[in-house]
């Protein structure tokens, strides 16, 4: 069974940063694609930033520029460095890892920008 774990979300000013993590453990299979998600009140889910086993990477128009996911395979963990951040990224955050033909999600952490 793998279990993610996710830690880093707080509350933080405007223009400030924050850098979220996610470890996932117990996968017998190499972790294809890890992601962060993120879903505001009264909003639908959203993707905000994938990174694949290649290291390639994608993100969504409104964090391009701001935003940085990475992964560190020796650690199974995928961070999310975020930076110039706006009251409209506050929302709960969760990663998703795919692995082994399933995927996987943590528990959410949350975000709030706010001065």
């Known amino acids: 069974q793998v279990q993610l774990v996710e830690s880093g979300g707080g509350l933080v000013q405007p223009g400030g940063s924050l850098r979220l993590s996610c470890a996932a453990s117990?996968?017998?299979?190499?972790?294809?694609?890890m992601g962060w998600y993120r879903q505001a009140p009264g909003k639908q889910r959203e993707s905000v930033a994938g990174?694949?086993?290649?290291?390639?990477?994608d993100y969504a128009d409104s964090v391009k520029g701001r935003f940085t996911i990475s992964r560190d395979n020796a650690k199974n963990t995928v961070y999310l460095q975020m930076s110039s951040l706006k009251p409209e990224d506050t929302a709960v955050y969760s990663c998703?890892?795919?692995?082994?033909?399933?995927?996987?999600w943590g528990q959410g952490t949350q975000v709030t920008v706010s001065s």
């Open positions: 990174i694949f086993s290649d290291d390639s990477t």
């Open positions: 998703r890892v795919a692995t082994g033909g399933s995927h996987y």
């Open positions: 117990g996968s017998r299979f190499r972790i294809d694609h």
